[in-house]
């Protein structure tokens, strides 16, 4: 699985999972719950996953939106 997107911002995950959800991308959070407890220092941070052969396409998809500016 390749990572796409790193960040505590929950709403930037949202999108982006939403976003991938609509064009039929499987993905996965990585993360996700240790990043709460964690709290705000950002030493755990969530991840966007996806599968190596839906990589490129997830990467274009997110380039091609307002969501570009989380790519890693």
């Known amino acids: 699985m390749g990572e796409i997107v790193r960040t505590n911002d929950v709403a930037a995950i949202s999108a982006v999972e939403g976003l991938l959800a609509a064009a039929g991308i499987p ?31 997830a990467r274009e998809l997110l380039g091609e939106s307002d969501l570009a500016r989380w790519l890693r």
């Open 27 to 57: 993905c996965f959070v990585a993360d996700r719950d240790m990043s709460v407890i964690d709290g705000l220092i950002n030493a755990i941070q969530m991840r966007v996953m996806v599968a190596d052969e839906r990589e490129l396409e």
